[in-house]
């Protein structure tokens, strides 16, 4: 009887440790996960703000390349606007 007392304390206490060793693994991989979003976040932060700045810069050139077509028609001399 103790024999199997035993041998049952020992496969619960190897369980235990096995089911620690998953918990360990899980929360390291759930922090790798959680630093990774952090990063896309900062990363899609970043790209959102070069996006940004295209659109303004690629508006500005739009406008000037349309006002300098718009003043050529009517024959007011001008240079072509340069890009910045």
Not at 38 to 61: E, Q
């Amino acid at each position: 009887m103790e024999r199997t007392e035993t041998d049952t304390r020992q496969r619960l206490n190897n369980k235990i440790e096995q089911l620690e060793a998953e918990l360990a693994s899980m929360k390291t991989r759930l922090d790798q996960e959680v630093a990774q979003r952090h990063n896309l976040g900062r990363t899609m932060d970043v790209c959102n703000i070069y996006l940004f700045n295209a659109c303004v810069f690629l508006s500005a050139s739009l406008f000037c390349w349309t006002l300098y077509v718009i003043l050529s028609h009517y024959c007011i001399p001008l240079s072509p606007p340069t890009p910045h």
